[in-house]
């Protein structure tokens, strides 16, 4: 393919081929999309890949995405700051968002505990979550990782760390198969598993 095309295109091309679900058919299309588009559409999408990168960081309180210091959540005055839902990934508090029925605000980990693939707890964010616990007024911690090995075993850790706060600690309800993930679940399903959070023990 490389005699083909202009080395620009080539790099284009390549680039796009490195996206998740972008085989080289659709790379290329993608490619010559661009080439025919206006230079203002064009790089409205380079512009808006460098805004991503250089904009977005981790809020200060619960490590979700945001773009200033306090997420939009951690800042939503209507939010029940007593409530943490503990997720594993930005991804998840989306998900769980897009369910319209959380009021709470949320504590992004980072991934959960797999020693096997070289995380330790102290890869993830568990200690700010155990340090916001104790300095808060926090009355339910929520346990939302994945109904998999990986993530019940975090969310047992993370309990054995809490049991003496006192605190709540839930678990969204088995309605979410095991070995799934929040992720891909659907919002019936997670509202479900939201309603009937069971306590942790
Ligand atoms: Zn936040």
Known sequence: MSGVYTES???LIEEFGKLPGVGPRTAERLTFHILKAGPAEAMALADAIGDVKNKIKRCEI??????????QICSDKRRDKSLICVVEQPKDVI???KTGTCRW??????GHIAPLEGVEPDDLTIDKLVERVRSGNIKEVIMATNPNMAGDGTALYISSLLTNTGVRITRLARGLATGSTIEYASG????????????LE
């Not at 399903?189 to 069971?198: E, H, K, S, V």
């Open 9 to 11: 295109l080539n790099k």
């Open 62 to 71: 619960c490590y979700n995405l945001s773009e200033g210091k306090i997420c």
């Open 95 to 97: 998900a769980l968002e």
């Open 105 to 110: 605000v949320y504590h992004v980990l980072g």
């Open 188 to 199: 019936k399903m997670l509202t479900d598993a939201i309603i009937g959070r069971q306590v």
